[in-house]
């Protein structure tokens, strides 16, 4: 553990800067406080294009950013004004909250740092419920949802140039394969799709810090990023950074998984310094506070783990509460039995004590804190498969409709409810998930980790994942759980951390193609007009990665005139296939000048001279 | 140019490694000189899995391989047996054939080195026909078609093995989607697949050195990788390790798309040293010989270069003859115009002369060279969109219901043919694509370049475009063009190749997967078993990417120890669920066994006390 805190500026350099030739840009609410960012690209032929950003106020040269005292509470003046919700002086935070003894010292710097940023926990006055799906209920449009609605929508005027012309747009209508998309997002319908289960907008009220967003199969196909440290590996700094560095590639939530020591402390840091909703799965801490040792697992135990993550913040909390005892024998016979974390743990609690899944027995006491702080149920798939070969068995489909039995008793509380999903899942059984979902979970959004095509590629799971996650998010999956090329082999480092998020944001974006999302192709439009139009700053700039995207092209063409050259390495100057593209606008052109002249001639009765005026 | 021949030994030293743990087998045929190369891996329990292997000789340490002398020529018996060709002097090697001016000296040691590793063309005997398809139709089995047939079936025992669960191969079973794959691959079936034009054995008899492989919807899908020189860059012996490089991970096929000098002798080059069939792209060789200048090619240079090229014993060409003058025009209205190169040259010809297509209008005189050589056609999509915007659009539609008219006259000389499929194609218009294709091309196997979902992913459309070509590749499309992280920014490189590839050979063993290729699932139920029993270097040695899988863990977790390790760095050594999926089967095996004796205590009449034996 070090003795003096991390450099925070300096890890923040290259993580914070603007893209190029971009700034950030806010469209205005319905009220002054409620300003909703976008990434304004300005092109070299005077165009903006503007981009849906989750990057945050890193981005923002005006926002001067200090991770010791964490963002500004944008919503905090949102929840006040509900006045549901009590300030209250909240549990008391131990030394094994983070793992560490109780004689150990609490006096290294970064805890230190971290009492700084820790907010006074509020929760609902008595008996209250502050989740959104509540106000959405009850008929109640809130800020969050306004925002939301200005974030999916954009600024749809520069799509339009893009996407205007008829026939086209008739050609290459998208196939939503069920789901029902507006062509105007409001803040009403945003409602209504809270309301109904259909969208979550994961907002605990201790995170007052985060730019609100959806998750729901009607909304952008979204991206979640994990973070986390382990017992081998990492620190709190550098979790920091990559909580950062993934939101600026595009990370619409991150999830916290670290298992290590500090658990809590890091946590600290990563909340207050969050613009997106963080998830965890709290089974991780709760097992560290009993040792390590499944079988000593207790409601108490968990119970004040849930209690301490939602003080401070946490949006969303993957439980496990499927794993029914009756479900763990399922398991036996599978080529690679349990592999998720969380269900293996409530799995081998199970056996151990004989006796159903506690999760399963108090899910209405759950509930209850869930309410009390707005935090949205992951309902966590602990029997997905971890194999092609454990593809859509009993065990997983078993677990799948307990999690829409939950799904529907956390709806009676107004509970917000996502349903996590596989996992491994050969390509042609990917979409048989996607209608078991859609079918026993009332469409409450599906958020799946992959799915993963093959088993043979470790070193590139990212690749072979992203496949299957455009198929599944094509067919209605909300969000995806991002895989890097570390998968099965090691913990991400910054770079992975990078690849899992590209590829993740190719296969959500494909999908929001093919969905027909309402201006979703404009971005494609834009850079394939820079393309034929050599306007190859434009190409990067509207790039998912103008860095690599330029380093890539400065490789076989290093030289600043090349990128204003009307031709690439591809062809070399003498032959241009694009060049020639122009030569047949100006021949169609000259033909149909021709066809119409000769129609003329023949209107003017196939005279050879005609008379210039008439006399 | 350089003026010693370069190190070949030195370029080879790391692209010839045999993989770790594995060696070189052969499938014997029917006959002593009827080989069929297999990889075999050997695992830590004692298992061999065997794995299709395109790396030709170079991975086997038991052939001297000498780039200056060429591979052996494998198929020269057969060829010879057949008795219907004839050696003869070739058409006389020119400067222009290798872009060099009349007068420009031929001695460097390059073209040198060159004139020894050619050999004397063979062609048909005058009006004979040497095409497979030729063979096939009259009910002839070439040692070519066996060849095949063992390859496809591969080692099916071991396969056997991993598969042997009949209730899971049920809940598995593939979904070809029309496909009509055999569970046993014999060379009469091979035979029946070439006769009616499903499948295509490229395989010049100018080519003997190349292991006969086949590309059709019911065979594996495969991979091609393009390499060749530019205007503005690499050179002869860059591109000859990129050949053997590209067959180390997998290019089943390779293109030679070569377009600045020395294009002769660099093809000289990479066809003796070649295991895999050469494709290339004659047009590009034609317009060098006349000055880049579009407008003046003409079909005496062009049939020149298709007789040069098919003495040097390339494969398959690819022949945009669907680029008819009427379709130009429709060209002139999308965002991307016309961005195949070989599509723009023909559409530049026939809108410079208002004249058809030349490859159109010598349709039949271009058959007799192709069945002379045995050469099969890959007929381009010279129209094939550059965009989204530009996907499925009247250009392109027009085009392919042209090259399935080509597909029928070609058939009528009992020549093979390939289609060639796009580029630019949202995710809900690429099914679209394989079904015309079916449609119009009457199952001519379909040879697609991705396609690509999106275009804003330059640097990773690697990955956007494995997402279409595994998507596509399930439908039934026989082959894919790789597409490397360079696609629109540069050329590739020897890393950029091997991106390529991978991402390709996913998306390849994906769609195998979902439609149920025989024995295609074995190689990832034997990694997931490895990975349940810790066995990491089995993991590292049955992936996709050896190095890379082994290299990711290392990173992490560097030590010797922790490849035997029963836990990974994911979670840590106190924690693992891989482990408590032991405990699971202890627990099932124990509840299993309670309630056996429980049903036996039942038999038994309830007795507390069972006699111990009869008295």
């Known amino acids: 553990m070090s003795t003096t805190p991390p450099d925070f500026d300096a890890l923040l350099a290259s993580t914070c800067q603007p893209f190029p030739a971009s700034r950030k840009i806010y469209l205005e609410g319905s009220r002054p406080d409620l300003r909703v960012p976008l990434r304004e690209v300005l092109l070299t032929n005077g165009e903006r294009v503007s981009l849906y950003d989750c990057s945050g106020p890193y981005t923002d040269p005006a926002v001067r950013i200090d991770l ?95 996407l205007g012309d008829a026939a086209r747009e008739a050609r290459l209508a998208g196939n939503p394969l069920g789901a029902q998309i507006p062509r105007e997002i409001t803040p009403e319908w945003v409602r209504q799709e809270v309301a109904r289960g259909r969208a979550v907008i994961p907002a605990n009220i201790n995170h007052p810090e985060l730019e609100p967003m959806a998750i729901g199969r009607n909304f952008l196909v979204k991206v979640n990023a994990n973070i986390g440290n382990s017992a081998v590996s990492s620190g709190i700094a550098e979790e920091v950074e990559k909580l950062v560095w993934a939101t600026r590639w595009g990370a619409d939530t991150v999830m916290d998984l670290s298992t290590g020591k500090q658990i809590h402390t890091t946590r600290d840091w990563i909340l207050r310094n969050s613009p997106v909703p963080i998830g965890t799965v709290p089974i991780y801490q709760a097992l560290e506070k009993v040792g390590g040792i499944a079988e000593e697992l207790n409601w108490e135990v968990f119970r004040d783990t849930l209690i301490e993550q939602a003080e401070q913040g946490v949006d969303y909390f993957t439980l496990h509460a499927g794993v029914r005892l009756p479900f763990v024998p399922m398991t036996a016979r599978r080529r690679t039995g349990i592999v998720s974390r969380g269900g293996s743990i409530l799995a081998k609690w199970c056996i151990a004590h004989h006796r159903e899944n506690f999760l399963y027995e108090h899910f209405e006491e759950i509930c209850d804190i869930m309410k009390a702080y707005d935090v949205a149920f992951s309902l966590g798939d602990g029997l997905r498969p971890g194999s092609l070969a454990d593809a859509n068995d009993e065990a997983q489909f078993a677990e799948l409709r307990t999690l829409g039995e939950l ?156 990128k204003v050259a009307h031709f690439c390495s591809m062809c070399g100057p003498k032959f241009c296939s694009m060049k020639i593209s122009q030569d047949v606008r100006e021949y169609e052109a000259a033909q149909r000048g021709m066809a119409e002249k000769s129609a003329e001639f023949r209107r003017a009765g196939s005279e050879v001279y005609v008379p210039l005026v008439k006399a």
Chains 1, 2 share one sequence.
């Open 68 to 162: 010791q005292r964490g963002l500004p509470a944008l919503r905090a003046p949102w929840i006040e004004e509900r006045a549901d919700t009590e300030s209250y002086a909240g549990r008391i935070v131990q030394a094994a909250d983070d793992g560490a003894r109780r004689d150990a010292s609490r006096l290294d710097p970064l805890h230190a740092a971290a009492r700084k940023l820790q907010r006074q926990p509020r929760r609902a006055k008595a008996g209250g419920n502050v989740t959104q799906m509540h106000y959405a209920r009850r008929g109640i449009v809130t800020p969050e949802m306004e925002f939301v609605a200005l974030r999916e929508q954009g600024r749809r005027e520069w799509m339009a140039a893009y």
């Open 407 to 562: 799904t529907q008793r956390a709806w009676q509380h107004d509970v917000q409810v996502m349903i996590e999903g596989p996992g491994h899942v050969p390509m042609h059984l990917v979409q048989a998930n996607m209608g078991e979902q859609l079918r026993h979970c009332y469409e409450a959004p599906f958020y799946t980790l992959g799915p993963l095509l093959i088993d043979c590629s470790p070193g590139y799971d990212h690749i072979a994942s992203a496949i299957g996650a455009a198929q599944i998010a094509w067919g209605g999956t909300a969000m995806l759980c991002y895989v890097t090329p570390k998968e099965h082999l090691g913990l991400p480092n910054r770079e992975d951390v990078k690849q899992g998020l590209i590829a993740y944001k190719i296969a959500a974006h494909a999908a929001d193609v093919a969905k027909g999302f309402p201006g979703a192709r404009a971005r494609d439009e834009a850079i394939s007009q820079a393309r034929f139009e050599f306007r190859w700053e434009d190409q990067f700039n509207l790039a998912l990665d103008p860095d690599t995207a330029r380093a890539f092209h400065d490789e076989t063409l290093p030289k600043d005139s090349a």
